[in-house]
């Protein structure tokens, strides 16, 4: 098991490498064996939280040819062959910024009813997730906007598009930039992220509860 330190600046210029086997080969030796930590480290936190037992993914890239990738990441589901067809928690990093998500993308086929549930329970959410949390429509973007901003009708658009776009995703949590401080103390940063969790984790029961299929 690696000595988590945290993530360093050195960790975000992984992504500034040219080229794919380059790229992959640094991601490998210097933020998966982070990742493969906090897999390991959140796994029964998640468990505990969310009451199915979780199981952590670190994603490998594996379908990629020729562009290397922008980011990376651990994510969580209540499946042990796979993540993305489910309701799911991520942490990763792009060059800018780590995040910590709750996230259903556009591969689920739960996200008619997980968007019906977000209506449903629009006051309750908007309540439950401190206004400093951000959302966003497209994981494979760095770009984000916080719940402040957004709004409740922000959130009900989300929502809808949710229920009618074939591509459309939703992901609520909080973004940390590269230079933050937090970032580098160990103790500091497994709080903060255990921190979001607990709130995600409620946000994930919230969608859960209102759908019996997943």
């Known amino acids: 098991m690696v000595d988590f330190t945290g993530f360093h600046q050195e960790d975000f210029d992984v992504f500034t490498i040219s080229g794919l086997d380059?790229?992959?080969?640094?991601?490998?030796?210097v933020i998966r064996p982070?990742?493969?930590?906090?897999?390991?480290?959140?796994?029964?936190i998640l468990s505990v939280e969310t009451g199915h037992e979780m199981f952590?993914?670190?994603?490998?890239?594996?379908?990629?040819?020729?562009?290397?990738?922008?980011?990376?990441?651990?994510?969580?589901?209540g499946d042990k062959r796979g993540y993305k067809k489910h309701p799911h928690f991520q942490i990763g990093l792009w060059e800018t910024h780590l995040f910590v998500w709750y996230a259903?993308?556009?591969?689920?086929?739960f996200k008619e009813a997980i968007g019906g549930a977000?209506?449903?329970?629009?006051?309750?959410?908007?309540?439950?997730?401190?206004?400093?949390?951000?959302?966003s429509s497209d994981h494979t973007q760095p770009g984000s906007t916080?719940?402040?901003?957004?709004?409740?009708e922000g959130i009900?658009?989300?929502?809808?598009?949710?229920?009618?776009?074939?591509?459309?995703?939703?992901?609520?949590?909080?973004?940390?930039?590269?230079?933050?401080?937090?970032?580098?103390?160990?103790?500091?940063?497994?709080?903060?992220?255990?921190?979001?969790?607990?709130?995600?984790?409620k946000l994930y029961r919230l969608c859960q509860d209102s759908v019996p299929s997943v």
């Open 156 to 201: 009900l658009q989300l929502a809808n598009r949710l229920q009618q776009v074939k591509k459309a995703e939703i992901l609520c949590g909080i973004t940390i930039e590269r230079d933050d401080p937090v970032l580098q103390n160990r103790d500091q940063l497994l709080a903060r992220m255990e921190q979001t969790f607990d709130v995600l984790s």
């Open 56 to 77: 952590y993914h670190v994603a490998k890239h594996a379908r990629r040819t020729v562009n290397p990738p922008s980011d990376t990441w651990v994510a969580w589901a």
């Open 22 to 29: 380059q790229r992959m080969e640094a991601i490998k030796s």
């Open 104 to 109: 259903v993308i556009y591969e689920s086929p």
């Open 146 to 152: 916080p719940q402040q901003q957004l709004g409740k």
């Open 118 to 135: 977000i209506e449903r329970q629009i006051e309750e959410i908007v309540s439950l997730v401190p206004d400093s949390f951000r959302w």
């Open 34 to 44: 982070k990742l493969e930590f906090l897999g390991q480290h959140f796994s029964p």
